[in-house]
């Protein structure tokens, strides 16, 4: 199971601080995802950090505003999320893609668990 938190209303150019739990058969060697659905939109794909913690992926529109790190002794996945827009504005997702530990793949098809979201709302 996956539970991610950490959500809330922000300032345009304030931050957050996303996580994501992980327990039970999806507690290891797994891509951790972060995925984002806004209003009216299909889901994206934000970032996502292999077991490891060596490789990352980020969107273009979030290069450089986020950062995605793993504490596998917590089992917790963070997305730092910096100089925010109302544009971020959505419910977030995390995903954990079990079929791969050190690959990753930004389609949201092969993640297998899903968190039930939290939601990120920047106000202008």
């Known amino acids: 199971q996956l539970q991610a938190s950490g959500g809330g209303l922000v300032q345009a150019g304030g931050s957050l601080r996303l996580s994501c739990a992980a327990s039970?058969?999806?507690?290891?060697?797994?891509?951790t995802g972060w995925f984002r659905r806004a209003p009216g939109k299909e889901r994206e794909f934000v970032s996502a950090?292999?077991?490891?913690?060596?490789?990352?992926d980020y969107a273009d529109s979030v290069k450089g505003r986020l950062t995605v790190s793993r504490d596998n002794a917590k089992n917790i996945v963070y997305l730092q999320m910096s100089d925010l827009k109302p544009e971020d504005t959505a419910v977030y997702y995390c995903?954990?893609?079990?079929?791969?530990?050190?690959?990753?793949?930004?389609?949201?098809?092969?993640?297998?668990?899903w968190g039930q979201g939290t939601q990120v709302t920047v106000s202008s």
């Open positions: 039970g058969r999806t507690a290891s060697n797994f891509v």
């Open positions: 995903a954990a893609d079990v079929s791969f530990s050190e690959y990753i793949v930004r389609n949201s098809i092969p993640y297998d668990y």
């Open positions: 950090i292999t077991w490891s913690g060596n490789i990352t």
